[in-house]
């Protein structure tokens, strides 16, 4: 089976925002764009140049023109010779390439905690993708995050769903003991939104929050950490001005209801489900701090 070809991220001609705000000559029509990419790529030849993709936006992020205009300057073959040098580029192809062979294990036990992104681990079941790949894999709900690293520790789930400071933090011996941990895949990204409860729709501006009790999910977590920037970017102590205390997502919205907390800075769905219910609103999405 072939696909489509996912752009030579080596080359200044290529606008890898694609399905975004695609460039290309002027951002022609869907049709024309479909006629141009008539040349096919076979999977391995895909797989590679997902790992080539997945290096250079590493380097340049989200800034294409930057990328195009350092191409067009030093040549795509120059800085493609030049990262080869400093990052095994062959061998991370060759083993994206590798056959993995059969499971070391099959019977799996994956813990996730009941948030939006935790869908593509509950979905993999009924879809039959761990089947699929030869697993036999119980996915199990978990109460917050604090019992998803500690049933990691213990040998009791295999796999988890974990915020992405976890597995540092586990590795380092934050918090826990000292476990070394990986992060195979990424759910969610920005995923999140400083929610606020609706008695606080007057005090827009954060310098305001002095006194306020936040809630986030977890100690090791962006949502922690960005709440605490956020804040300190206008003027509060996170550690003096305001309140930040654990709360597992599910139990947020009651809290905010209960008045227990001010605001949260949450995963979905329950930055929705307060302003479903009534009882709050959302201040600011995660990728706009």
């Not at 978990?142 to 992405?164: I, N, Q």
């Amino acid at each position: 089976m072939t696909v489509k070809s996912l752009g030579n991220p080596f080359s200044k001609d290529t606008d890898l925002r694609h399905g975004a705000d695609c460039g290309c000559n002027g951002c022609r029509t869907g049709q024309e764009h479909e006629s141009e990419s008539s040349a096919r790529m076979s999977s391995d030849e895909m797989l590679e140049r997902t790992v080539e993709s997945a290096i250079v936006r590493s380097v340049f992020g989200q800034n294409d023109i930057g990328r195009r205009s350092f191409m067009g300057m030093l040549g795509g073959g120059t800085v493609a010779a030049a990262l080869a040098s400093v990052f095994p580029l062959d061998k991370a192809k060759a083993a994206i390439l590798d056959d993995l062979g059969t499971p070391e294990k099959t019977d799996l036990n994956i813990g996730f905690v009941p948030i939006t992104c935790a869908t593509p681990i509950i979905m993999a079941q009924p879809m039959g993708f761990y089947e699929k790949h030869g697993l036999n894999a119980k996915v199990i709900k978990t109460a917050g995050w604090a019992v998803a690293r500690d049933k990691s520790l213990s040998g009791e789930y295999d796999a988890s769903h974990m915020l992405t400071p976890m597995p540092l933090a586990m590795t380092l011996g934050a918090g826990s003991v000292a476990e070394p941990y990986i992060m195979p895949a990424v759910e969610n990204i920005n995923g999140q939104a400083i929610v606020l409860s609706n008695e606080h729709m007057d005090k827009r501006d954060p310098k305001q929050w002095k006194g306020f009790t936040f809630g986030v999910p977890f100690e090791y977590s962006m949502h922690n950490f960005l709440l605490r920037y956020y804040v300190a970017e206008h003027g509060l102590d996170p550690d003096v001005d305001i309140q930040i205390r654990v709360v597992p997502p599910p139990e947020m919205v009651a809290n905010l209801r209960a008045g227990n907390l001010d605001g949260y800075l949450s995963p979905d769905p329950f930055n929705q489900r307060a302003v479903w219910e009534g009882i709050g609103f959302i201040h600011l999405l995660t990728k706009d701090i």
